[in-house]
């Protein structure tokens, strides 16, 4: 399942979320290896300060805005081997497009090739998601997941070619969404030119590579182990406050700043649970 795929989460009512940590309403904290839309840490601060201008703008509506051609074009930077850019509002309906622009199913799980719960497919697959601080998988529609969204808008897919015109066209969405979205993917790639993961922990890392039952690929973990032991896994994790991906296999991720007290619990956790 990739983490885009809707699910309820385990949690009570959320007061708070500021970095890698979560804040219910009676106080407790709880690190987050989930982060929906978040992956550099909630209340990013580039992303936040842009949208509230935005929405100063009133461009709190799904109306036509600057700001779909300003990330359509960010993505075709970050990927300049695709032709075309087009955004949706869902996950949902970025897989139809592509799914329509391939003549193909991708209705079914592992129908989207996964690169941070699957290893590297022999041949190029007709879709493939891309995750970020993991390397591109080439593919015909590549459905880039942001650090950055809301929910799961926006939902980007670039084809390889000029889509045809059954190819839904872009989505009108909001425009502080969208100018969330493209301020992430500005911050991502700050990042990356210095070569090294901003979410990398080498004394984690290490503890995750010896756990044979969990795959780690970059800063994201997945469950190598069967579907019907997760949840007995996640439940240990929350227990111990830590929020896990809700969906089997994951992939979770890792956060960017945790303390040596939470190092060696989720070293623990990754080595103890049913799938560790």
């Known amino acids: 399942m990739a983490s885009d795929t809707r699910v309820a989460l385990p949690l009570p ?6 970095g890698f940590r979560l804040y219910d309403v009676k106080g407790r904290r709880y690190l987050d290896l989930y982060r929906d839309g978040a992956l550099l840490g909630h209340r990013e601060s580039g992303a936040l300060t842009v949208m509230k201008a935005v929405i100063s703008q009133g461009l709190v509506s799904a109306l036509p805005s600057i700001w779909e051609r300003r990330l359509a074009a960010a993505l075709g930077r970050l990927f300049p081997g ?7 509002a869902s996950a949902e309906r970025a897989r139809a497009a592509a799914a329509e622009y391939l003549g193909a199913d991708l209705s079914r799980g592992g129908a989207v090739h996964d690169p941070a719960t699957e290893p590297p497919p022999r041949d190029a697959p007709g879709a493939a998601y891309w995750r970020p601080f993991l390397p591109p998988v080439p593919a015909r529609a590549l459905l880039p997941i942001l650090p950055v969204r809301v929910g799961e808008c926006p939902s980007p897919v ?3 070619r000029e889509a045809p015109s059954r190819v ?3 989505d009108t969405l909001p425009g502080f969404i969208l100018a969330g979205a493209a301020r992430g993917l500005a911050a991502l790639g700050a990042l990356e030119p210095a070569g090294s993961c901003p979410l990398s922990n080498r004394l984690l890392d290490r503890a995750l590579d010896a756990a044979p039952r969990w795959t780690r690929r970059g800063p994201y973990v997945a469950a190598a182990f069967p579907e019907p032991e997760y949840a007995d896994a996640r439940e ?3 227990r111990a406050g830590v929020l896990l991906s ?3 296999p994951g992939p979770s991720v890792l956060p960017g700043d945790c303390s040596p007290g939470e190092t060696r619990l989720l070293a623990d956790l990754f080595g103890g649970t049913p799938g560790g």
């Open 158 to 160: 670039c084809f390889d």
């Open 82 to 88: 695709y032709a075309e850019v087009r955004l949706y």
């Open 246 to 248: 809700p969906g089997w």
């Open 236 to 238: 240990e994790f929350l």
């Open 13 to 18: 009512p959320i007061r708070r979320a500021r």
């Open 168 to 170: 839904p066209r872009s």
